[in-house]
């Protein structure tokens, strides 16, 4: 479910988080069925700490490595999203039941 949420925000600004502690925000240009996230226009939030990625403008990362994808507020229909989960949870309990 959490594939098809990040597809839907192609072309939007998002944050990434990494299992190192290192945070790129950038615009999200693709995503696959692994998390395997593209990034582009990038920046590092805290620069400082990694200046050798200062230069660096695309991102391509792989989904085990990251921690938390920060979604942009107002970019995400909570409503659609509890709908989804709610017919997920039934799926699952009538599976269980066979």
Request: proline share 2%; charged share 25%.
């Amino acid at each position: 479910m959490l594939f098809f949420l990040l597809q839907t925000l192609v072309d939007h600004e998002v944050t990434i988080e990494l299992k190192n502690d290192l945070s790129i925000r950038g615009t999200l240009k693709a995503v696959d069925q692994t998390l395997n996230i593209k990034l582009d226009d990038i920046m590092v939030l805290e620069e400082a700490k990694y200046p050798h990625l200062a230069a660096v403008r695309n991102v391509s990362i792989r989904g085990s490595v990251v921690r938390y994808v920060h979604l942009p507020a107002g970019t995400v229909d909570t409503a659609l999203l509890e709908d989804a989960t709610r017919r997920e949870a039934s799926n699952a309990a009538a599976a269980k039941g066979r």
